[in-house]
């Protein structure tokens, strides 16, 4: 994604790409947004340095949740960003670093700056990047899970 980010924008193509690789369930929502919406989303999002009009910008794009925008950010810039998913919030959750949302689901604005916010102070201590970060905590969830994936939970 190195030639999105200086170009500034992501291709139709790209887009797709990053929903197979991260969501393929909303390949049909994807698909259904225009080329133009395709490319004017991601430019507004990587032209501002405000993370809520990032998010939001990707955001308005069909088909694209929380978790599908911080992959494109992630997949731009995995120097500053790391996925969120369920499995890294129920990691961070069990440890305590995080306090709402145990199930890992149904992410806002708020929850995905916590995130970010977390993953860019252990970035920084450890001198990596956030998307290192963020994939040790996966593969931390994958040797410590106990049934079930997705639980049923509140908030």
């Not at 139709?12 to 197979?20: A, G, L, N, W």
């Not at 690789?21 to 990587?46: D, G, Q, V």
């Not at 993370?51 to 949740?65: F, I, Q, T």
């Not at 709402?100 to 970035?123: C, D, E, T």
Request: glycine fraction near 6%; charged fraction near 25%; aromatic fraction near 8%.
């Amino acid at each position: 994604m190195r030639p999105a980010r200086v170009r500034g924008y992501l291709t139709p193509s790209d887009f797709e790409k990053v929903c197979r690789w991260k969501s393929p369930r909303a390949l049909r929502y994807i698909k259904s947004n225009s080329a133009a919406r395709i490319r004017s989303a991601p430019k507004r999002a990587l032209a501002t340095r405000n993370e809520r009009r990032r998010l939001d910008a990707l955001l308005a794009l069909r088909g694209v949740s929380v978790p599908m925008a911080s992959a494109i950010l992630m997949l731009v810039d995995p120097k500053r960003y790391g996925v969120i998913d369920i499995r890294v919030w129920q990691i961070l959750h069990a440890i305590g670093a995080v306090t709402k949302k145990p199930s890992g689901v149904g992410f806002a604005f708020a929850n995905w700056y916590q995130f970010l916010m977390i993953l860019r102070h252990l970035s920084k201590t450890l001198g990596v990047k956030a998307r290192d970060v963020e994939g040790a905590l996966f593969v931390a969830h994958n040797e410590h899970q106990k049934g079930r994936l997705y639980r049923e939970s509140g908030t």
